[in-house]
C-alpha cells in the first residue's frame, strides 16, 4: 500500500489530485512443487492510464527517466474475452476506471520502465510469446475481485486506445 498527501490544493482551475492511497498484492507464482510458473500464468496486474502521469512525476524507480521510457517503453492491444461482474459494481472514487472494462473491446496496456522487470525489460503478463489465440488472463490494482480474461491481438510501440480503454501494467 502507499499513500500520498496534498501538499496544495488546486487553484484558478487546476486538477484534483489523484486517488491519494493505493493498494496492490504481493504474490509469487509457483507449482506445489515449488517451481516458478513462469509468465504464462502470472496475470497481467493493471491500472488506469491516469496513473502513468503520476508515476512520470513522481517515479521512485532509478529505471525511469525520459530516455529509459522513450526507448523501451511498449503497447500491447489486447480483445477483452471475459470479465467478473465486480468491475462494473466497483465505484470508489479512485477505482471507476474499472467499470469502462467490457468485453470484446480492444485495450491498449502500456509497459514503463518503472513496471519492467530489470534482467528482461518486459512486464509481467504482457503475453511475450502468445499468440492471438491463448486466453491470458488480468487483473485490476485495488479490487482483485476485478479480473477477466483477453487475448492478445499485437504489440506497439505506442498505445493509441481512447483514454478509458488504456492501462498500464503495474
Known amino acids: 500500500m ?13 486538477e484534483p489530485c489523484p486517488p491519494l492511497e493505493e493498494k496492490a498484492g504481493c504474490l509469487e507464482y509457483v507449482t506445489y512443487e515449488g517451481q516458478n510458473c513462469g509468465h504464462d500464468h502470472v496475470p497481467a496486474f493493471i491500472t488506469t492510464f491516469e496513473y502513468s502521469k503520476e508515476r512520470k ?3 521512485a524507480s532509478p529505471l525511469w527517466s525520459s ?3 522513450e526507448s523501451s517503453s511498449y503497447c500491447v492491444e489486447f480483445k477483452t474475452e471475459s470479465l467478473s461482474h465486480h468491475c462494473t459494481l466497483e465505484n470508489r472514487p479512485y477505482a ?10 480492444t485495450v491498449c496496456v502500456a509497459c514503463q520502465p518503472p513496471a519492467m522487470q530489470s534482467g528482461n525489460h518486459r ?6 510469446n502468445a499468440d492471438g489465440n491463448k486466453v491470458l488472463h488480468w487483473q485490476a490494482v485495488g479490487n482483485p475481485q ?3 480474461t483477453w487475448k492478445k491481438v499485437r504489440q506497439v510501440e505506442e498505445c493509441s486506445c481512447p483514454g478509458v480503454h488504456s492501462f498500464i501494467f503495474t
Do not use: F, H
Open 96 to 105: 471507476r476506471w474499472m467499470q469502462y472494462i467490457r468485453e470484446g473491446y
Open 57 to 59: 512525476r513522481r517515479a
Open 123 to 128: 512486464c509481467s503478463g504482457d503475453g511475450l
Open 2 to 14: 502507499r499513500r500520498r498527501y496534498v501538499q496544495q490544493e488546486p487553484k484558478n482551475g487546476g
Open 146 to 148: 476485478c479480473q477477466g
Open 67 to 69: 530516455d529509459t521510457e
